[in-house]
């Protein structure tokens, strides 16, 4: 099993970045999707999550309206678009597979904003 995060990297306030997340070694249409960060001396928190259709999203409030989760099952992908970018945005981001009882998590990638 293998979760493969990528796309991170250094950008600018207002700036965008898309990470993608190839799955590996397990049914990914399967799997609920997640996406979570964790910012240096911060606990780990959810960002997004898409459920195995990709037909249902939910969002924490601190991206609504600025980060979209989006899957494409055919290439067992998972996508963070992520714009208008802030400080408090940088973080590792880190994908997760969850369909119960098993739960995998990539490596993470890391974003920081910052000028």
């Known amino acids: 099993v293998q979760l493969v995060e990528s796309g991170g990297g250094l950008v600018q306030p207002g700036g965008s970045l898309r990470l993608s997340c190839e799955a590996s070694?397990?049914?990914?249409?399967?799997?609920?999707m997640s996406w979570y960060r964790q910012a240096s001396g911060k606990e780990r928190e959810l960002v997004a999550h898409?459920?195995?259709?990709?037909?249902?999203?939910t969002y924490a409030d601190s991206v609504k309206g600025r980060f979209t989760i989006s899957r494409d099952n055919a290439k067992n992908t998972v996508y963070l678009r992520m714009n208008s970018l802030k400080p408090e945005d940088s973080a590792v981001y880190y994908c997760?597979?969850?369909?119960?009882?098993?739960?995998?998590w990539g490596q993470g990638t890391q974003v920081t904003v910052s000028s």
């Open positions: 997760r597979a969850q369909t119960w009882p098993r739960a995998y």
């Open positions: 070694g397990f049914t990914f249409s399967n799997y609920r």
């Open positions: 898409i459920n195995s259709s990709g037909g249902i999203t």
